[in-house]
């Protein structure tokens, strides 16, 4: 079989097969290579599974509204079922500080086409029957957000991509990328070399390296973040309930209810955990644990089942990096997802299919300004 490709995407995780699945879908030949041994082996097995718009930019919120049509629409249109639930995200306020900023950003949401609104104390004590009422001032409600299974979502894409034409190179190491006048030529990897026309870079932990490859310094660097997942349960509440409230350690935390009945969190480390580790500790649990039964005291008899810990390929700002080099043409990064590579991926296919194919919108070449390599970063992403 002929090493001529239009496009060579690296790694087949959270963002590279939702992106090969749609530039086949398009005829054009795909080539996905990755490392592991099978698709979603670094961060998306890793991932809690949610799928918010509820984001603070436009990029990230356009980006992730193509997304959530992606993973809702998935099973009408191919059968599997990937455990998409709309369970909707919130954003309990505590503080006067914190209810102003989330109402100041919700105009802005909304202006974006964000289905968002604020409720009432008392309407999110009737959506989390049992949150903790004290100092409660209300909160925002996004319903069309949603979670979905990381482990069914990828295997789903991956079988239609497959479907479409993609070809997949498993236990492979990307060494080299060959440049000729300043244009992708080919990937090198420690089996074989192969030619393309285009390269995505969706590396994730690697992107750094991979840019560095052809020279390009990319400005992504892991941190560590430890997540966990009860015993099924029946359900007793709907949203994903995100504290921002900071406390010694911790950043924010966040829970949901899956659609099979098991409570799944996660907490942001302050300071972060930079680097690669991806041991299990003792202090993610307890620390945890005491946060959430104070918010939600209903959760207190609930048997925790598994714990682990993944990283977040974070960008200084917190946005991704996406789009063409200046320096080198046909070479596109899709990289920098700060931990939400699993809900942008395929709103991040969706634009890389349509800069392949010359097709890009007015909302488009927004979002590309705004997760451009070359900005100066000196923003902040509100809801990291």
């Known amino acids: 079989m002929s090493n001529n490709y239009d496009v060579i995407v690296i790694g087949a995780g959270s963002v590279g ?25 670094g961060q998306n097995k890793k991932a809690i599974g949610g799928i918010r718009a ?34 909707g995200y919130s ?34 004590q009737k959506l989390v029957p049992g949150i903790n009422p004290d100092g409660l001032r209300g909160s925002t409600y996004s319903p069309e957000d949603g979670s979905a299974s990381p482990f069914k979502a990828i295997n789903a894409f991956y079988f239609k991509s497959i479907d479409f034409g993609c070809e997949y190179k498993f236990d492979e190491q990307v060494i080299s990328i060959g440049i000729e006048h300043n244009k992708v030529k080919s990937v090198s990897t420690d089996k074989g070399k192969y030619f393309c026309d285009y390269i995505v870079n969706a590396g994730g932990n690697n992107a750094k390296d991979i840019g560095l490859m052809i020279g390009i310094d990319i400005p992504v660097k892991p941190d560590s973040h430890e997540a966990a997942i009860t015993e099924r349960v029946k359900p007793f509440f709907k949203p994903m309930v995100v504290d921002m409230r900071p406390a010694t350690g911790s950043k924010n935390y966040y829970f949901y209810q899956s659609k099979r009945g098991q409570i799944v969190f996660c907490i942001t480390p302050e300071p972060p955990f930079y680097g690669t580790d991806s041991r299990s500790t003792s202090v993610f649990l307890p ?17 925790v089942r598994r714990t682990w810990r993944g990283q977040y390929p974070m960008s200084p700002d917190g946005f991704p990096i996406v789009g063409e080099l200046k ?37 488009d070449n927004d979002i590309l300004y705004n997760f451009s390599l070359y900005r100066d970063f000196s923003g902040t992403e509100k809801f990291k």
């Not at 620390?287 to 048997?303: H, S, T, W």
């Not at 931990?339 to 634009?351: A, C, S, Y």
Request: net charge positive; hydrophobic share 40%; proline share 3%.
């Open 91 to 124: 954003f309990p306020a505590y503080n006067e500080q914190d209810e102003k900023m989330l109402k100041d950003l919700l105009e802005i949401q909304q202006s974006f086409g964000l289905n968002i609104k604020w409720i009432s104390a008392e309407e999110y």
């Open 17 to 41: 097969v939702p992106t090969a699945l749609l530039l086949s879908q398009k005829k054009l030949r795909v080539l996905v290579i990755d490392k592991n041994s099978s698709p979603g082996q």
């Open 327 to 363: 320096e080198v043409k046909g070479f596109i990064n899709a990289v920098g997802m700060c931990g939400q590579g699993f809900m942008l991926g395929p709103g991040i296919g969706n634009l890389i299919t349509r800069i392949i194919t010359n097709n890009l919108t007015k909302d």
């Open 54 to 87: 509820t984001h603070s930019d436009k990029g990230k919120i356009l980006t992730s509204l193509r997304s959530i049509e992606f993973f809702s629409t998935w099973q009408d249109k191919y059968g599997d079922d990937i455990d998409w639930m709309s369970n």
């Open 287 to 303: 620390q945890v644990a005491k946060r959430m039964i104070e918010l939600f005291p209903r959760l207190k008899n609930i048997k």
